[in-house]
């Protein structure tokens, strides 16, 4: 059953085109966006975003004959969980769940940023379930730790000792975006973090899930396997630090890890980069499902 933006607390932010509904699996109640038909197109969102970081890409992708699913993962948007706890594969759990509930057997996979995480493990642990993937503004798994780096996890710190009711919204300053982003924009991101348990979960994500989880991939964990699903991999230009030279020298010879990956740039895009470019996104993601399933 679809509900309107209304019947939601707090409303919806503005999107034409999508339907809306619960996906009830076991202890979870999974908001769910959706547009279009065809083969299904599974979009996996960042932080602190929900659904509707996809406003833009996802009806563009539709437009090419996919059914394209958004959820609100597990601590973000109007999803909400009988036990609050997060540990490293929660979301993979949640997805697998989501997935069967639908009856979707494979889907092309599009992921930022804190999805990237979950979309990782997706494809690692679960090749049969993925089509292709589109990983954005994330390294792949199997990178080299570099020092050059660390200004990427500047951010990191206020996350993990986050006060419950203290602003996010210096995650969408010049930093992080090519321009700057509309105060309504900001607050369509933010909307959810109203809602106590999507506030109370950046700590417990942050700490339970990413940590862990960049641990495991700065002592090369994804290097002692072999990633089977076409990949994606797309960045800004202006996304610091990742440059075209530093993911040369942290992903070098990535057949020796992967069956089949590829890396993209897109001009006057950062972090942010569905905001920044969400038309090449779309149209990147649509090529290499066609290229690369």
């Known amino acids: 059953m679809s509900h309107p933006a209304l019947a939601w607390s707090p409303p919806l932010p503005e999107a034409p085109g999508f339907d809306h509904r619960v996906v009830e699996t076991p202890g979870l109640h999974t908001h769910l966006a959706e547009t279009g038909d065809g083969e299904a197109a599974l979009l996996l969102h960042g932080f602190p975003q929900h659904w509707w970081q996809w406003r833009t890409v996802a009806p563009i992708i539709a437009a090419q004959g996919y059914r394209v699913l958004c959820p609100d993962l597990r601590g973000a948007g109007w999803t909400t969980a009988d036990d609050p706890r997060i540990s490293r594969e929660t979301r993979l759990h949640d997805l697998l769940a989501l997935l069967d509930e639908l009856d979707v057997e494979r889907v092309h996979l599009v992921s930022h940023d804190m999805g990237a995480i979950t979309a990782m493990q997706l494809t690692y642990d679960h090749p049969e379930r993925v089509r292709t993937a589109v990983q954005l503004s994330v390294w792949p798994g199997f990178l080299t730790f570099s020092p050059r780096l660390a200004p990427a996890f500047q951010h990191l710190p206020g996350l993990i000792w986050h006060r419950p009711g203290s602003s996010l919204r210096g995650t969408f300053s010049e930093r ?28 417990p994500l942050c700490r339970r899930m990413i940590l862990p989880e960049a641990l495991r991939m700065m002592r090369g964990a994804y290097r002692r396997r072999r990633l089977a699903v076409p990949t994606l991999v797309v960045f800004g230009r202006r996304d610091h630090p990742t440059t075209e030279e530093l993911m040369a020298r942290i992903c070098p010879e990535p057949e020796r890890y992967a069956d089949r990956v590829e890396f993209a740039y897109v001009d006057d895009a950062a972090h942010f980069i569905t905001d920044d470019a969400p038309t090449a996104v779309a149209d990147l993601a649509t090529d290499w499902f066609a290229r690369a399933a």
């Open 176 to 203: 992080y975006v090519a321009r700057p982003m509309a105060e309504t924009t900001v607050e369509a991101h933010l909307a959810p973090l109203s809602r106590p348990e999507i506030d109370g979960a950046v700590r």
